[in-house]
């Protein structure tokens, strides 16, 4: 098995909270797991790296526990209902009334008790079994930041900074290489949520939270902002590209190039840099090579290679990005971007601009 999280920087802030618990009380999803939620790109009983696969075997354990108490409560009651229903020539006395029985109040608080304790050790396991393995010496760390309502990747050992859309390469099951998520938090609580690769970790102002992943297999996992943050929590998505080893190496030398500076045949574009680097774009994001150097909002050197934009909201094209750049909170009410207020030509200019930064 794979080495799992270090300790946090702030243990008393870690909150690693088994997603799969939750759905303890839908006791017919048991039923349902290969099939209603088959298509769900969310699907907890589709787990595609080893936290979840620890978490989907305990929820099932969970959701079969919960579903024996179901059919022995559910049948008891039916079996009374029919049992001792209402007759014809039933006379209108009460019956003998029964007051007290201590086999059945001790079955009753016995057993009980017995189940607690055997879902609190197995739960015990499967934490110890993820947060408490040595970190192995070839594991990916990238840092993770939450923003009002963005993503922000960094890649210490690359020098590379990205937002909103997460690569990692694939973990061989035969040589685990696992990728550390480091998590803080810029504003207020967030929570990272990928249900196919691991449990929700909490994102937290001025602590460290630490959590890995290991997809085994090449694809796109999505996820959500699982902790409520304001008024865009909902369009605070997730996505993380797990990468073939060769990919994602390709992936990280084009992300570490200088921000595309060749415009010929579009002078659009020319002219969209110039309009750009003199608005207030310049004082939130970055764009490598430039005078662009801001840090509110995401890096934008490689803005165009990403498929979305708002951290998800709407895919990333020409017309949706006029959009966003004219008023922001035409896609995602509540975002913190303000509208620019540029003049129709400027627009062009600037998105013609943008979406030369491949």
Not at 209 to 226: E, F, H, R, S, T
Not at 258 to 265: I, K, L, Y
Not at 335 to 340: K, V
Request: with cysteine; proline share 7%.
């Amino acid at each position: 098995m794979s080495p799992i999280a270090k300790h946090s920087t702030a243990r008393s802030g870690r909150t690693l909270r088994l997603s799969a618990l939750g759905g303890g009380s839908v006791l017919g999803s048991l039923a349902l797991a290969g099939t209603a939620y088959a298509g769900s790109p969310t699907n907890i009983f589709a787990p595609a790296g080893t936290p979840a696969r620890s978490i989907f075997s305990l929820s099932m354990l969970v959701l079969s526990v919960t579903l024996v108490i179901f059919l022995i409560v559910a049948g008891l009651l039916l079996y009374a209902i029919i049992r001792y229903r209402r007759r014809p020539g039933d006379s209108d006395q009460e019956p003998a009334q029964i007051y007290g029985s201590n086999q059945i109040e001790l079955a009753w608080t016995v057993i009980p008790i017995l189940i607690v304790i055997m879902l609190f050790l197995s739960t015990t396991r499967v934490i110890l079994g993820t947060e408490h393995i040595p970190k192995p010496g070839n594991a990916l760390d990238v840092t993770v930041i939450g923003h009002q309502f963005w993503w922000e990747y960094r890649y210490p050992k690359f020098g590379v900074v990205t937002a909103n859309e997460l690569h990692v390469p694939v973990s061989d099951p035969a040589n685990m290489t696992p990728t550390y998520l480091n998590m803080t938090s810029a504003d207020t609580d967030h929570s990272f949520w990928v249900p196919r690769l691991a449990g929700k970790m909490d994102l937290i102002p001025n602590r460290i939270n630490v959590m890995w992943i290991d997809p085994q297999q090449p694809g796109l996992y999505l996820g959500q902002c699982a902790q409520y943050c304001g008024v865009q929590h909902a369009k605070m998505l997730l996505r993380v590209y797990a990468d073939s080893p060769a990919d994602f190496a390709k992936w990280i030398e084009h992300q570490k190039q200088p921000a595309n500076e060749d415009f010929t045949g579009n002078p659009a574009a020319a002219e969209g840099k110039q309009v750009f680097m003199h608005n207030a774009c310049i004082n939130c994001h970055t764009i490598s090579g430039t005078v662009a150097t801001g840090r509110f909002g995401p890096d934008l050197t490689h803005f165009a290679s990403r498929d979305t934009l708002a951290s998800g909201a709407v895919p990333n094209t020409p017309e949706n990005l006029r959009k966003w750049i004219d008023d922001p909170g035409t896609i995602k009410p509540g975002a913190m971007m303000p509208s620019m207020h540029l003049n129709q030509h400027d627009l062009d200019l600037i998105t013609a601009y943008l979406i030369t930064l491949h």
